[in-house]
């Protein structure tokens, strides 16, 4: 028997030039899991979006910015109970949705979060500076707030009421770091589902890509978690 007003799954995923990857990215969801698949688009040059809604998903124009991205994609996803957030470019594998939801519907957790670093990480998908990175702000946090976090990846669910009183303002790549942390403060109930983890399928990361695109991302990422680090407990 089904269960009475079943919990309805948006997931969101922000592209911007990720035509190579986004169409095998969409055909890997496991049918029946999410209700709703929303791409953010941050002005793709390529075919991303033409490919996205060939593929069913609702395609959205969010404007340049990584957190722009997520947050277009949340207020488009107005009645879901549930969002899940996921890349495009087919590092992150959608068999792993299952068990990122499982404790969220179960109801015996609001935020759950992949960690790549405690899974298993195909040879080649991510570069000593980004696990040494992951594991330095999990340190951080665990001194600020007690929950230790071992990865930042896009890869993650969370209540949609519980996101949206976190008061989100990052705009950036600096938009994990901030809901982990605001999520943290505020006293959600925090779980870790370790997954593997695949090297890109095409295109370019806009984080590891080169030592540019990383400097600027690192040098996002540090100015958010000082930001929010040194705000009052209420969000700004």
Known sequence: MA????????????????AEAIGATLAEIPTGVVDE?????????????EIAIARGATVLASGRGFGRACLEGVCEARSADIIAFMDADGADDPAFLPALLA??????????IASRTRGVREPGSMAWHQVAAGRAAGCAMQAL?????SDMCTFRAIRR??????????????????????????????????????????GVSKVAGNLG????????????????????????
Do not use: C, H
């Open 145 to 149: 707030y007690g929950v230790a976090y």
């Open 37 to 49: 698949i929303i791409v953010a688009d941050g002005g793709s040059s390529d075919a991303t979006r």
């Open 3 to 18: 269960p009475e007003n079943p919990l309805r799954i948006a997931l969101v995923i922000p592209t911007l030039n990720e």
């Open 103 to 112: 404790p969220l519907k179960a109801g015996t957790a609001d935020f759950a």
């Open 161 to 202: 009421d519980a996101l949206v009183g976190l008061g989100m303002r990052e705009l950036t790549y600096g938009w994990n770091i901030e809901m982990q942390m605001r999520a943290a403060r505020a006293g959600l109930r925090i779980v870790e589902i370790p997954v593997a983890y695949r090297r890109r399928r095409g």
């Open 213 to 236: 695109t990383t400097l600027t991302a690192g040098t996002r990422i540090v100015s958010t978690f000082l930001r929010v680090a040194t705000q009052s407990s209420r969000p700004a």
